[in-house]
């Protein structure tokens, strides 16, 4: 498939919003304005590079193709922060790039103009093109103690990104509050991760309109399971409709 072409290609009206799973955890977001969100692409090999994870799942765009405004990298684990793709993708000076400390400082490091970074700090909002993004509380341990999650405004339609985080249903008071019309959820269930079941208590305490599964199948260190949340999800929260996206494949999502 032609990824770029597609993206660019799609008509997303007033009210509304496209979502392409680039796969893993990466997702880009296309609105009415023609404003494109990245959120924790991973593009190339650059895990089997530096870790030994091998890709299992195709590469349908290459970070040169990729058309990005905000690049939002939750935390430097490689599969969130795609060290051989970031250089490239900044190479196109309309990008900003958003994350925690230790990402903004990784960025640094890459060469980026410090003007073109914004540090997201927890329970701050940054607004950007009348797109507000919102970090959050994720635990995902010591090897990466600043990650967050993202709550994102973006015409009126709200979206929760958990990241990489343990089942701590005690500090989902914000994002419940939030009320998000669509959550994301990794479900891989290692490295402290949420497993398909804690992903659909999350989604029960959440209560989003639409729940996606994500970060399965891209490494064979990160299995998931995605149709035992939709069990789950069915039996803890009925009325909450489970999206499965197909990697280069986008969602549409309107409140008009």
Not at 110 to 124: A, P
Not at 225 to 235: G, N, S, T
Request: glycine share 6%; aromatic share 10%; proline share 5%.
């Amino acid at each position: 498939m032609n990824l770029k072409k597609e993206i660019i290609s799609t008509k997303v009206k007033n009210k509304e919003i496209a979502i392409f799973w680039l796969g893993q955890a990466g997702f880009l977001i296309k609105d009415s304005k023609n404003t494109y969100i990245l959120i924790d692409p991973y593009l190339t090999d650059c895990g089997e590079r530096m870790k030994g994870f091998k890709r299992l799942s195709p590469k349908l765009i290459s970070p040169d193709e990729l058309p990005s405004d905000i690049y939002i990298s939750t935390h430097i684990h490689f599969d969130h922060f795609d060290y051989d793709a970031i250089p490239i993708v900044s190479e196109c000076t309309q990008t900003n790039f958003y994350g925690p400390k230790s990402s903004v400082e990784e960025f640094k490091k890459i060469g980026i103009n410090k003007d073109r970074i914004k540090l997201l700090e927890l329970g701050e909002t940054i607004e950007e093109k009348n797109i507000k993004i919102k970090a959050i509380y994720a635990d995902h341990g010591s090897l990466a103690p600043d990650a967050i999650g993202l709550l994102l405004n973006i015409d009126g339609i709200k979206l929760y990104f958990t990241g990489d985080t343990a089942y701590r249903p005690e500090r989902l008071n914000e994002v419940i509050e939030f009320n998000p019309d669509i959550a994301v959820l990794s479900i891989n269930g290692k490295f402290g991760n949420l497993n398909a079941d804690e992903g659909a208590k999350v989604v029960e305490k959440v209560k989003p309109k639409i729940a996606i599964p994500s970060h399965f199948w891209t490494f064979k260190e990160h299995n998931g399971d995605p149709q035992l949340f939709e069990d789950k999800v069915i039996e803890y929260c009925p009325k909450t409709k489970v999206e499965f996206m197909a990697q280069g494949k986008s969602l549409k999502y309107s409140k008009r």
